[in-house]
């Protein structure tokens, strides 16, 4: 993961969060049926609770100087973390780049950890079993959810699993610390 940089963002990277959260969601109004409001763009409440929020952390991914992805996490404060929400954008999707980012905030905040997906995501669902089990092993679980205040949509897929200081494999190459 040469050159492949994950750190946490600051409000002077939050222009660039914000246009990849608009790509992010596109990418999920496929799967659950959300248009964008009159001006074009899409809801974007989480975006900002990720900056604003004390319990709450935004993480920008880059490729060099090329922004390629984001994950947002909360919970810090509570008992359990959650990754919240988490983007590669598709010219750096299937090269480990997403693996390797997903580790690295795991790593960053050691303890239980929830990560909730759509099973009409294949490609989110082979993922975040994948990440569960470089992290856990064997050790994590799975169930679905119904969505709050969505009942039009299918439940979602949680996984679960715990990980505590100096547990993790993850050696990042870089990763901003």
């Avoid at 990277?13 to 799967?31: A, F, G, I």
């Avoid at 991914?61 to 810090?76: C, E, K, M, N, W």
Wanted: charged share 25%; aromatic share 10%.
């Amino acid at each position: 993961m040469s050159g492949i940089l994950l750190r946490l963002a600051d409000l002077a990277d939050k222009p660039t969060v914000e246009r990849l959260w608009q790509m992010y969601q596109h990418d999920m109004s496929e799967l659950e049926g959300d248009l964008p409001n009159p001006d074009g763009s899409f809801r974007d409440e989480w975006l900002h609770m990720a900056f604003s929020e004390l319990d709450r952390a935004p993480y920008l991914l880059t490729s060099g100087d090329q922004p390629i992805g984001f994950a947002f996490v909360r919970g810090l404060i509570g008992p359990t973390r959650v990754m919240n929400s988490f983007f590669v954008v598709r010219g750096a999707r299937r090269a480990g780049t997403g693996m390797h980012a997903a580790q690295c905030v795991v790593a960053r905040h050691p303890g239980p950890w929830e990560i909730a997906f759509q099973d009409a995501n294949p490609g989110a669902v082979k993922f975040w079993r994948r990440v569960a089990t470089e992290i856990a092993g064997d050790t994590w679980t799975e169930e679905r959810r119904a969505v709050p205040n969505r009942s039009e949509l299918a439940p979602d897929v949680w996984i679960s699993f715990n990980t505590t200081a100096g547990s993790s494999d993850v050696r990042p190459v870089d990763d901003g610390a």
